[in-house]
């Protein structure tokens, strides 16, 4: 039987592009300009709060439409490769927990992952975009908004140049939440009306992503410290740890403000 149109490590058949993806010149290019991510970020900052200085005194945007098609654009695109990059998690755990967050083998030429790895790394300079509708809709900007999108892409773009483990799952949970996360603000854009628990669905899966990434660390910690064969580094894992703590925190915080803590009724002012 031939099994050439089949990913080796998980069975997943194989699209030609995704077959054809020069995994080598990626990984080349992503040792010598990883470091552009701080570039892309400091631009992100002054264009961010730029524009927030412009509109201050100016009429908001609406916008739905278009925020409703790039919502769209970005909920299939992580639909998509969460499909793509699920079943190759599954099949790593079937060879142990400490094997899924200690083996790079998702990586690796004519990989399946290989191509949506690629494809998350370069979309987390895309998704910066999302701050854009915020700031011309003049809705607020919280630090854990913007932290959280510049920060996703330096952590992503360095951890692609050291090809780290832990990143099996990092992709995983990002694709399956933001697929969720960003059909929801499809919707909303389309203005369907959702129920609080929905919202609070979202949330908590976003704090699951969080504590389930320092879990991984602390594997791929104790590998490490063991001995024991692991694909990660002291130095990713000390940054990696801050970064889903930091996440953890500030979404914790978010979580109690915005559904825990009752807001006081607003009366109004008697004459």
Known sequence: MDNSHL????MTYFFPFEKTHDERAFD???????????????VYLIVVFGCQLYMAHRKRFELRPYLAFWSGVLAIFSIVGAIRTVPELIWSLSLGFEYSCCSSSYMGQGKVTSFWTYLFVVSKVFELGDTIFIVLRKQPLIFLH???????L???????????????WFIV???TVHSMMYSYY???AMKYQFPKWVNMAITSLQLVQM??????????FNALKSGRECDSSYQNIKYCMIMYFSYLV???HFFYTTYIVKKPAVHEKKH
């Open 250 to 252: 500030l979404f914790s």
């Open 211 to 220: 504590m389930v990434g320092i879990v991984v660390n602390i594997v791929a």
């Open 173 to 175: 949970m990002n694709y």
């Open 186 to 188: 499809a919707l909303r």
């Open 7 to 10: 990913d080796p490590a998980n």
């Open 146 to 152: 913007w932290y959280h999108h510049m920060s996703v």
């Open 28 to 42: 080349d290019y992503m040792h010598q300009h990883w470091a552009d991510s701080f570039v892309y970020s400091c």
């Open 154 to 168: 330096v952590y992503s773009w360095y951890s692609y140049s050291e090809r780290i483990s832990t990143g099996r």
